[in-house]
């Protein structure tokens, strides 16, 4: 057995400072008496001297609740400071106790290392004495229940440390708080709409700190960092209108146009989500309502920025309708919707298509919101014209059409639908109209459950149908004017499909027999109907036509580019280049890609006089007066309306689409020159 001394067990203080704990304790009992004070001064306020009326009752109850307020602080910070001055007191006594425990640890130490000078330096100093290693065992024995004391003492001031945070974090609850990290701006806020005297000015001036805090060069983790930490106050309007006018429409389109450039979606949720909050914050005429609406997208503009600012605003919606305040986003869908719209129509691209973005799509996703927000209005509003349904209608859906068909179920709900639906019409009648020069919707959308949508809207508005039906078939007075006429086409391009037409016809049936065309127009109208329907099948063999045709150009075009064009320049003045041309071109028409385009003859079912007699008799009935009559001015609006429509034809060739003579322009390889040669039959050619 050694009889060389064990070191001594570590008996340090527990960590912190026990003067500290006394400072806030002492802190927290002054603040208790202010509080208290306080609520002993609010109590008689039950009403203020020298206000009536309305105002008199907003003081009473702002004092009131000022004074209700104070009650709970003066509660929670009189429990706080007796808990504290509680745990204060123990750890007095802990480190009263250690200081003990060290003392003792010292005399020991310094005794037994004194005795055990004088016995290992005995007679028998070769072997250690009995005495010296009983005394080794005593002083390790004493030193290790020292250490257990010490051990148990710093455990029991933990413990208590613990239970006092426990009631310190139960203490926020009646302020807001839940004793977890971002109390802070919790409470604010609880306060801030217990007290809108106080919450109104503070909130603002953590507005104000924000943007300018946001509008300071930063790296990319910063901005995120500043995003999370504001986000929880941007639900406050206050703070939203501070933030958001602090920034202007500049510094919202920067902060867009960073979101929008971000490619990895982690990297936008705290900023989308903080723009996201401020705007479901801002009320209508609020500032930030004026702000966000006042971001613009150029729509002429050749630069891929506004598309990356729209590609932001998708993310905001997006973010917006995650979480759950698409209903306050939805005048903000409508108008960047609507500028997205106006940009694609411009570009001739989708905003996703024209950057490196992916998803979210802003036009989907400000659909998206409306879906969520489920307001027929504010559906009718995006659909009101007929530019938007062009756009919605010709250009590419990445994340399906479901939204859209919801969006129009909602508009059709809307007391707005009639203009909506008229609009639909309006759009389906662009560039059917002879000697037009625009552009005919020729997109799959309506082959999908968009054209059922658009089908139930405006078989569900009879009310815009049968009058434009009745001015097509002369009922009344004067010439069908230009929007009449569009309406009536886009009439016709919906009913190009078969299901359509009998959802369609089943309408107008049902409104003729109630009599909803009046009394003396029946016939007239539902023979205006019969010759709407003969337009739809002759305008689905022109869709078709227009469809393989576009087809069909563009292979034409690649083939010119990637094939005619080179073998020209290569083979010009060469002997051998009119044989090489002839074999390029007959392979050209052997693959066909030539351009010719031939579906066939139309096959579609045909409408004549005798369809419109026979369908309005069957319609009207006996309740339409004289059958024969009812014949007669069935025969005379089919006639009407067919005049009016007149025979829609395949599209005919335009100048872009001939290119191939472009290779007339090139000189003869072995004259110098030539004219440009005329290429024959181009019928069915676009």
Same mark, same amino acid.
């Given at each position: 057995?050694?009889?060389?001394?064990? =070191?001594?067990? =570590?008996?340090? &203080?527990?960590?912190?400072?026990?003067?500290?704990?006394?400072?806030?304790?002492?802190?927290?009992?002054?603040?208790? @008496?202010?509080?208290?004070?306080?609520?002993?001064?609010l109590?008689?306020?039950?009403?203020?001297?020298?206000?009536?009326?309305? &105002?008199?009752?907003?003081?009473?109850?702002?004092?009131?609740?000022? *004074?209700?307020?104070?009650?709970?602080?003066?509660?929670?910070?009189?429990?706080?400071?007796?808990?504290? %001055?509680?745990?204060?007191?123990?750890?007095?006594s802990?480190?009263s106790?250690?200081?003990?425990?060290?003392?003792?640890?010292?005399?020991?130490?310094?005794?037994?290392?004194?005795?055990?000078?004088?016995?290992?330096?005995?007679?028998? #100093?070769g072997?250690?004495?009995?005495?010296a290693?009983?005394?080794?065992?005593?002083?390790?024995?004493?030193d290790?229940?020292?250490? $257990?004391?010490?051990?148990?003492?710093?455990? /029991?001031?933990?413990?208590?440390?613990?239970?006092? #945070?426990?009631?310190?974090g139960?203490?926020?609850?009646? @302020?807001?708080?839940?004793?977890?990290?971002?109390?802070?701006?919790?409470?604010?806020?609880?306060?801030?709409?217990?007290?809108?005297?106080?919450?109104?000015?503070?909130?603002?001036?953590?507005?104000?700190?924000?943007?300018?805090?946001?509008?300071?060069?930063?790296?990319?983790?910063?901005?995120?960092?500043?995003?999370?930490?504001?986000?929880?106050y941007?639900?406050?309007?206050? @703070?939203? /209108?501070?933030?958001?006018g602090?920034?202007?429409?500049? *510094?919202?389109?920067?902060?867009?146009?960073v979101?929008?450039?971000?490619?990895?979606?982690?990297?936008?949720?705290?900023?989308?989500?903080?723009?996201?909050?401020?705007?479901?914050?801002?009320?209508?005429?609020?500032?930030?309502?004026?702000?966000?609406?006042?971001?613009?997208?150029?729509?002429t503009?050749?630069d891929?920025?506004p598309?990356?600012?729209?590609v932001?605003? *998708?993310?905001?919606?997006?973010?917006?309708?995650?979480? !759950?305040? $698409?209903?306050?986003?939805?005048?903000?869908?409508? %108008?960047?919707?609507?500028?997205?719209? /106006?940009?694609?129509?411009?570009?001739?691209?989708?905003?996703?298509?024209?950057?490196?973005?992916?998803?979210?799509?802003?036009? +989907?996703?400000?659909?998206?919101?409306?879906?969520?927000? *489920? /307001?027929?209005?504010?559906?009718?509003?995006?659909?009101?014209?007929?530019?938007?349904?062009?756009?919605?209608?010709?250009?590419?859906?990445?994340?399906?059409?479901? &939204?859209?068909?919801?969006?129009?179920?909602?508009?059709?709900?809307?007391?707005?639908?009639?203009?909506?639906?008229?609009?639909?019409?309006?759009?389906?009648?662009?560039?059917?109209?002879?000697?037009?020069?625009?552009?005919?919707?020729?997109?799959?959308?309506?082959?999908?459950?968009?054209?059922?949508?658009?089908?139930?809207?405006?078989?569900?508005?009879?009310?815009?149908?049968?009058?434009?039906?009745?001015?097509?078939?002369?009922v009344?007075?004067?010439e069908?004017?230009?929007?009449?006429?569009?309406?009536?086409?886009?009439? +016709?391009?919906?009913?190009?499909?078969?299901?359509?037409?009998?959802?369609?016809?089943?309408?107008?049936?049902?409104?003729?027999?109630?009599?909803? #065309?009046? =009394?003396?127009?029946?016939?007239?109208?539902?023979? +205006?109907?019969?010759?709407v329907?003969?337009?739809?099948?002759?305008?689905?063999?022109?869709?078709?036509?227009?469809?393989?045709?576009?087809?069909?150009?563009?292979?034409?075009?690649?083939?010119?580019?990637?094939?005619?064009?080179?073998?020209?320049?290569?083979?010009?003045?060469?002997?051998y280049?009119?044989?090489?041309?002839?074999?390029?071109?007959?392979?050209?028409?052997?693959? !066909?890609?030539? %351009?010719?385009?031939?579906?066939?003859?139309?096959?579609?079912?045909?409408?004549?006089?005798?369809?419109?007699?026979?369908?309005?008799?069957?319609?009207?009935?006996?309740?339409?007066?004289?059958?024969?009559?009812?014949?007669?001015?069935?025969?005379? !609006?089919?006639?009407?309306?067919?005049?009016?429509?007149?025979?829609?034809?395949?599209?005919?060739?335009?100048?872009?689409?001939?290119?191939?003579?472009?290779?007339?322009?090139?000189?003869?390889?072995?004259?110098?020159?030539?004219?440009?040669?005329?290429?024959?039959?181009?019928? %069915?050619?676009?």
């Amino acid at each position: 057995m050694s009889t060389v001394l064990p =070191p001594p067990a =570590p008996l340090p &203080d527990p960590p912190g400072s026990a003067p500290a704990l006394g400072t806030v304790v002492d802190q927290l009992t002054s603040a208790g @008496f202010s509080a208290g004070l306080t609520v002993h001064l609010l109590q008689p306020a039950t009403v203020v001297h020298g206000w009536q009326g309305a &105002d008199a009752v907003v003081a009473a109850a702002e004092v009131t609740a000022a *004074g209700a307020v104070a009650a709970d602080l003066h509660a929670a910070v009189t429990a706080a400071a007796d808990r504290l %001055g509680d745990h204060a007191e123990l750890w007095t006594s802990v480190l009263s106790r250690l200081a003990s425990l060290r003392e003792d640890q010292r005399h020991q130490y310094a005794t037994a290392a004194a005795r055990l000078a004088v016995l290992v330096d005995g007679p028998d #100093a070769g072997t250690p004495p009995p005495e010296a290693v009983a005394l080794v065992r005593e002083v390790a024995r004493d030193d290790a229940a020292r250490g $257990a004391q010490h051990s148990a003492l710093l455990s /029991d001031l933990a413990d208590d440390a613990s239970s006092a #945070a426990a009631l310190l974090g139960s203490l926020s609850a009646p @302020f807001g708080g839940e004793a977890r990290p971002g109390d802070v701006e919790r409470v604010t806020l609880r306060l801030a709409g217990v007290l809108p005297g106080w919450g109104d000015g503070a909130l603002t001036a953590l507005g104000v700190q924000a943007a300018a805090e946001l509008e300071r060069p930063m790296t990319a983790a910063e901005l995120d960092a500043a995003a999370r930490r504001w986000t929880a106050y941007a639900a406050s309007p206050a @703070f939203a /209108d501070a933030l958001l006018g602090r920034l202007g429409e500049d *510094g919202v389109t920067w902060l867009l146009t960073v979101l929008g450039g971000r490619s990895v979606e982690t990297e936008r949720e705290a900023l989308a989500g903080l723009l996201a909050a401020a705007a479901g914050a801002a009320g209508e005429g609020s500032r930030a309502a004026e702000v966000l609406g006042g971001v613009r997208l150029d729509p002429t503009d050749p630069d891929g920025t506004p598309d990356t600012v729209a590609v932001g605003m *998708g993310m905001v919606l997006t973010a917006l309708a995650a979480a !759950g305040r $698409a209903g306050s986003g939805t005048r903000l869908a409508v %108008g960047w919707g609507r500028q997205v719209l /106006d940009r694609e129509a411009a570009q001739g691209a989708t905003a996703v298509e024209r950057t490196t973005a992916t998803l979210p799509d802003p036009l +989907g996703a400000a659909l998206a919101v409306l879906v969520a927000a *489920g /307001d027929p209005g504010a559906a009718a509003a995006t659909l009101a014209d007929p530019v938007s349904w062009t756009g919605l209608l010709a250009r590419s859906w990445p994340g399906g059409v479901s &939204d859209l068909v919801e969006v129009i179920g909602l508009a059709a709900r809307a007391p707005e639908a009639p203009q909506v639906a008229a609009a639909a019409l309006h759009a389906l009648g662009q560039g059917l109209r002879p000697g037009t020069t625009e552009e005919v919707l020729v997109d799959d959308a309506l082959a999908t459950a968009v054209g059922s949508a658009v089908t139930d809207l405006v078989a569900g508005r009879m009310d815009v149908v049968l009058p434009v039906l009745g001015a097509a078939a002369g009922v009344g007075a004067g010439e069908v004017d230009d929007a009449t006429d569009l309406t009536l086409r886009g009439l +016709g391009h919906l009913l190009a499909d078969d299901a359509r037409v009998r959802t369609l016809g089943d309408a107008v049936r049902g409104a003729l027999a109630e009599g909803l #065309a009046g =009394p003396a127009d029946g016939g007239r109208v539902a023979g +205006g109907y019969v010759a709407v329907e003969e337009y739809g099948q002759r305008i689905s063999y022109v869709l078709e036509h227009a469809r393989a045709q576009s087809s069909e150009v563009d292979q034409q075009l690649l083939w010119d580019t990637a094939v005619t064009l080179p073998v020209k320049l290569l083979t010009w003045r060469q002997p051998y280049g009119e044989v090489v041309e002839g074999v390029t071109g007959e392979l050209q028409r052997q693959l !066909g890609f030539d %351009g010719t385009v031939d579906i066939g003859p139309d096959t579609g079912d045909t409408y004549a006089a005798w369809h419109a007699r026979r369908w309005a008799g069957a319609v009207l009935g006996a309740a339409g007066g004289d059958p024969a009559a009812v014949s007669a001015e069935a025969e005379a !609006g089919f006639a009407r309306a067919t005049e009016v429509l007149g025979r829609p034809l395949p599209p005919q060739p335009g100048l872009l689409d001939q290119l191939e003579d472009m290779h007339g322009d090139l000189p003869d390889r072995r004259e110098g020159g030539r004219e440009p040669q005329q290429r024959p039959g181009i019928t %069915g050619r676009r």
